[in-house]
Structure formats: C-alpha cells, structure tokens
C-alpha cells in the first residue's frame, strides 16, 4: 500500500490522519459536512492524488456512518477496514493523554499500519439489508415493550391492579375506557396515548415480523439453524445468520461469544473473585434472538430441558437461559462454519 489513512467519523465532520508509506509524510485534516458527494470528491481528487500507484488502505471505526463511508471507498478503488469499537478502545490502552478526534484517527492509522487493527465483519450489501430490517422489528418489540410498562405503571400509580400479560387484550381496554375504573383524566390520556402508540407500532411490526419469517424459512442458512437447534425459529435464524454470516473469520467457537456479548467479565484479585456481569460488547440484536431460543429450553420436549433445570435450581431462569444463549452461540458457529459461503449468502428467488 503506498498511502494508509484512519476516519474518525462524526456527523458533523471527519477528521483523517494519511501516512505516505515510502515517504513517511503524514497528511492531516478535517472534512466539514462530510455528506455522500463531500466524501467521494475527496476520495477522488485529494486522496488518489496523493496515492503515487493508486493503493490506499482506510480503516475506519465501526459506528454510525460507517456504512457510506465504506461503500465509497470501495466504489473509489481503495481498501477499506471497519474497525471493532469496543477493541479499538481496548488497543488504546490507559489514557494517558487527552483524546481527540485527531488521536483516534491517528490510533486507526497506525493500528493499520502495524497490523493489529481488530477487524469488524463487513456483510455484503444484501446481508446488510435484511440485518437491518431485524434490527427495525427488534427497535419497534422494544418500543411496544416500554409503552406496555408505562401504561402498567400508570394503572399502579392509581392502585389498579393487573397483570401486564393483559395490558393489551381487548378485554382490558374497554374496561379501562369505562367509568368504572378511578383514573385522573391525565391518567386516562396517557394510556389512550400508549395504545394508540402500541397499535401504530403493530401496524408496521407485524408485515415486517412475516416478512422475516417468510425469508428465514426459505434462506438456506437460516433453514439449517432452525432445522439443527431446538428453540431457533425463522426469525431468531434471520438474526442470528445476518449477526453472524461467514463465520470462518471465527477460529474457535469461544471467539463468537465474546463477539456476541455474552461473555462474563472478571474481577478478582487475590482471594476476592467479584461477581461476573455480562461484557455486553457486541450486536444486541444477536443477543436477544440468542436468550429467546434460550428460553424455550424450559419446554418439556427441549433435549436441553435437563440441563436447563438443573442451571435454574443452581441459580435462577434467567442465567438458565443465558447459559443456554452461550451454548447456542457456540453450536449455531459449527452450524454456519460448516456452510459453503455460497449457501450462507445465497438469497432466495
């Protein structure tokens, strides 16, 4: 590579730090505005003008924005590198000095340069599409799931009791519209505002939620988790296939549970070990399809259901099915490792 640069991208501006390899100059700057045709110009016309043979390596850290950032790169002809977050930071080490735009696009070229930059997946354009869309129905379950607590809150507020398994039926609603039932008049608005919230939020949820699964029942790696786990249905298979992908950047099965977040951290010194918390490091999206195929290990036709009550006896449901969330982790990476990349990535007609 003649020239290596690291982005620090904001919406406001991206800083750049370009090190010419043979000369050894480095070349520092800001890009204000940095929209679509902003940065491909100076792709095209500062960058490659600066490259002598026209090969530029850019690594860029994987957050918002990066997803033009690296289409444009590779439209441009140069090599692009997506940057783990939370790795990036780690490779930072004790801070030491002040950290600047200037200083984490510096760490991101010379990362690059010595060739311990932690690579992050970047899925081609159609994974990428459908990974989104789980990531929207994923957005609009939690949406409905806050509103459902808030009107539950607001019916405790005023000692209504009620389960929050019926906040939504049919039945519960026209009870609540009675007069029968003490509410203030503002308590009566916000929970009129939660259903009308709730139901806007179905209205779109569902058509995405039988897209997904019209899609994870004819993907073919989707059809070979949710054919091999129990607990893995169509749409936990889209999740976990669009997190995942080619999983032969993975060289042990450990490796995707810590990329999955479900790794438990340590602090211990000496004799004192203090309670472990999940990292939380990776896709939230992987973890939530991974800890609801958990959960159906409780089932009394899980071939896990031993395993799951005897973890739940231990300790409690919820670390039953974290521990079951790991295992599937592990035996959904053998799954996609087996795969041909052709049939992982192949789209159905």
Not at 224 to 236: D, E, I, K, Q
Request: hydrophobic residues 40%; positive net charge; aromatic residues 8%.
């Amino acid at each position: 590579m003649s020239m290596l640069c690291g982005l620090d991208l904001h919406r406001g501006q991206i800083t750049f730090d370009a090190l010419e390899v043979e000369s050894g100059e480095v070349w520092r700057g800001r890009l204000w505005s940095p929209d679509r045709a902003r940065f491909r110009r100076w792709l095209n016309e500062d960058l490659a003008a600066r490259a002598k043979d026209g090969s530029v390596a850019v690594a860029v850290e994987g957050c918002t924005g990066w997803r033009y950032v690296v289409e444009e790169i590779t439209s441009a002809g140069f090599e692009a590198h997506v940057a783990e977050p939370a790795d990036t930071q780690a490779a930072r080490g004790r801070k030491k000095h002040a950290k600047t735009d200037r200083s984490d696009a510096r760490l991101l070229r010379e990362l690059l340069q010595s060739g311990e930059l932690p690579e992050s997946w970047i899925p081609p354009e159609a994974v990428l599409e459908w990974r989104e869309r789980v990531r929207l129905y994923k957005t609009l379950l939690d949406q409905r799931g806050m509103w459902i607590q808030r009107i539950h809150a607001e019916l405790f507020q005023h000692g209504v009791s009620l389960p929050e398994a019926q906040i939504c039926s049919c039945e519960t609603r026209d009870w609540l519209a009675s007069d029968t039932v003490p509410l203030s008049g503002a308590a009566r608005q916000r929970i009129a505002v939660g259903y009308h919230i709730i139901d806007a939020t179905d209205a779109v949820r569902l058509p995405l939620r039988a897209d997904l699964d019209r899609f994870g029942r004819r993907q073919p790696a989707c059809k070979a988790l949710a054919a091999a786990h129990y607990g893995v249905g169509p749409l936990t298979a889209v999740a976990v296939w669009a997190e995942l992908g080619d999983c032969r950047r993975f060289s042990r099965s450990m490796q995707v549970v810590r990329h999955t977040g479900l790794d438990v951290t340590v602090d211990a010194s000496d004799r004192h070990r203090g309670h472990g918390h999940l990292s939380r490091q990776g896709p939230e999206t992987l973890r939530w399809a991974l800890f609801e195929a958990g959960m159906c290990a409780s089932r009394a036709t899980s071939p896990d259901r031993a395993y799951y009550q005897a973890v739940k006896q231990a300790h409690d449901g919820k670390l039953a099915a974290i521990s079951m969330a790991r295992k599937l982790a592990r035996r959904c990476y053998h799954t996609l490792r087996q795969l041909d990349p052709e049939v992982v990535y192949a789209m159905p007609a």
